[in-house]
Every structure is written in C-alpha cells, then in structure tokens.
C-alpha cells in the first residue's frame, strides 16, 4: 500500500507525538531545522495512522495513495 504522509507545518507545534507513537519512526519521521516534524520517507509506513490520531492539533493528514506504475515491483 502506497501511503503518504503530509504534515500541515502552520499546524505543527513540534511535540514529537507523531514519532513517539510511530512503530517506524525513525524511518519514516525527522524533525525540521524549526522543530517541526515531517515525514521524509513513507516507505515504512502501514497506515495504522496511530501518528493522525496523536497529534493535538491535526497537524497530520495520511494518504492512501495508488502507485503510479504497477510493474515496478516495489510495495
Ligand atoms: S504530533 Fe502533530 S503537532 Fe506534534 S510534532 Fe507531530 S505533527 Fe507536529
Ligand atoms: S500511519 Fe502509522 S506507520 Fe505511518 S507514519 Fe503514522 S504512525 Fe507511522
């Protein structure tokens, strides 16, 4: 499932709830040069969308996206 992550920056407050629930933090989530977090790679997500639900301010939006080309053997 391809997946994608878009975080509202003018939302984010910079708690770091999003990476602290994330089963895949470290693969998926880093924190901006402005304390905020985004998501750099959404390869590793599952879409549990435990992040969306943690987050105070609804900063964070989880996409279920189709894949482009079907024949890449990726996902
Ligand atoms: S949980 Fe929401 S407000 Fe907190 S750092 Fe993540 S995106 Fe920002
Ligand atoms: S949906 Fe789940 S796996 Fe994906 S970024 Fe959010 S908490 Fe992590």
């Given at each position: 499932m391809a997946v994608e992550i878009i975080v509202d920056k003018e939302k984010?407050?910079?708690?770091g709830r999003c990476y602290d629930v994330c089963p895949k933090a470290p693969l998926i989530w880093k924190k901006d040069k402005d304390g905020k977090y985004y998501a750099y790679?959404?390869?590793?997500?599952?879409?549990?969308?435990f992040c969306a639900g943690r987050c105070p301010t609804k900063a964070i939006l989880v996409k279920v996206v189709k894949p482009k080309n079907k024949n890449k053997g990726k996902g």
């Open positions: 984010c407050i910079g708690c790679n959404f390869e590793y997500c599952h879409n549990c969308k």
